[in-house]
């Protein structure tokens, strides 16, 4: 079974950075793409940002230059360093991943930018 767990949110100030982890079990997720989601009450999840299985990347337009995904394929973990945070960048954050046409998502961490 496909297992992500979440990790690194928090509170932090406008202008901070922050390393949120999604650790990835059940698949061989050298394989496979991976992506950060996040979400906000009463909105749907938004795509932020996608790694394929060649490492190549690709994100939403808000966050670009100041989110960068990365992935360890040894360690089976999944990166996304989120710099330079606005307010607007306040969501629940999720780890996603396609898996046998299937879709698993992690419980999610939180993200709250505020002074």
């Known amino acids: 079974q496909v297992r992500l767990v979440e990790s690194g949110g928090g509170l932090v100030q406008p202008g901070g950075s922050l390393r949120l982890s999604c650790a990835a079990s059940?698949?061989?997720?050298?394989?496979?793409?991976m992506d950060w989601y996040r979400q906000t009450p009463g909105k749907e999840r938004e795509l932020v940002a996608r790694?394929?299985?060649?490492?190549?990347?690709n994100y939403t337009d808000s966050v670009k230059g100041r989110f960068t995904i990365y992935r360890d394929n040894v360690r089976n973990a999944l990166f996304l360093q989120v710099c330079s945070l606005k307010p607007e960048d306040t969501a629940g954050y999720y780890c996603?991943?396609?898996?046998?046409?299937?879709?698993?998502w992690g419980q999610g961490t939180q993200v709250t930018v505020s002074s």
């Open positions: 790694i394929i299985s060649g490492g190549s990347t």
């Open positions: 996603h991943t396609n898996y046998r046409e299937m879709d698993f």
């Open positions: 059940g698949l061989n997720f050298r394989l496979f793409s």
